[in-house]
T-cell receptor
Framework: AQRVTQPEKLLSVFKGAPVELKCNYSYSGSPELFWYVQYSRQRLQLLLRHISRESIKGFTADLNKGETSFHLKKPFAQEEDSAMYYCALKTPPFNSGAGSYQLTFGKGTKLSVIP | KAGVTQTPRYLIKTRGQQVTLSCSPISGHRSVSWYQQTPGQGLQFLFEYFSETQRNKGNFPGRFSGRQFSNSRSEMNVSTLELGDSALYLC?????????????FGQGTRLTVV
């Protein structure tokens, strides 16, 4: 079965310091990975996806199939980056032909940027 | 355009009761998924509906059920509530629910079972 692991529940960094949020996955198929973010009192929203290979709000994430990782990085943390971050793996259902996908989430990492 | 809307935002029920939660997807979105979020288990997939059909189901007991209407609005029902059902229930909508389509989440319904 698929699994997503975020080893850190809480990560505290100083403003301006680099930040790396770790995510490892377990999946036998071809993975499609995402990072979602939830700011205080706001809804869960997509931050970035590995397919796009984009940088959003200064964050990047590279899929490393050899290490089965999808770590989220930012060179200089800002106070407004403080939030809950969830790594998610999109997979098809076990029954074939259903046509839909589901998201398997890690338990999340709370990033706290200290001014 | 309006985002995903979930009602009610908060709900308190007693054990043994049943509850119905509602989700209105973004206009034009035909796929609606439901997730349960708890401090211990995190976000867990419940089920997904597309064009009024359940296409995918997570590992939850039969007390959890749902449906989708022709306008893509979805409801989730939990019968015979247990204390452990206390959670934030999130709904997500997407155009088709397939690869490369982004899921947009609602604010959630906070269910407390006493």
């Amino acid at each position: 079965a698929q699994r997503v692991t975020q080893p850190e529940k809480l990560l505290s960094v100083f403003k301006g310091a680099p930040v790396e949020l770790k995510c490892n996955y377990s999946y036998s198929g071809s993975p499609e990975l995402f990072w979602y973010v939830q700011y205080s009192r706001q809804r869960l929203q997509l931050l970035l996806r590995h397919i796009s290979r984009e940088s959003i709000k200064g964050f990047t994430a590279d899929l490393n199939k050899g290490e089965t990782s999808f770590h989220l990085k930012k060179p200089f943390a800002q106070e407004e980056d403080s939030a809950m971050y969830y790594c998610a793996l999109k997979t098809p259902p076990f029954n074939s032909g259903a046509g839909s996908y589901q998201l398997t989430f890690g338990k999340g990492t709370k990033l706290s940027v200290i001014p | 355009k309006a985002g995903v809307t979930q009602t009610p935002r908060y709900l308190i029920k007693t054990r043994g009761q049943q509850v119905t939660l509602s989700c209105s997807p973004i206009s034009g979105h035909r796929s609606v998924s439901w997730y349960q979020q708890t401090p211990g288990q995190g976000l867990q997939f419940l089920f997904e509906y597309f064009s009024e059909t359940q296409r995918n189901k997570g590992n939850f007991p039969g007390r959890f059920s749902g449906r989708q209407f022709s306008n893509s609005r979805s409801e989730m029902n939990v019968s015979t509530l247990e204390l452990g059902d206390s959670a934030l229930y999130l709904c997500a909508s997407s155009l088709t629910g397939t690869v490369n389509t982004e899921a947009f989440f609602g604010q959630g319904t906070r269910l407390t079972v006493v």
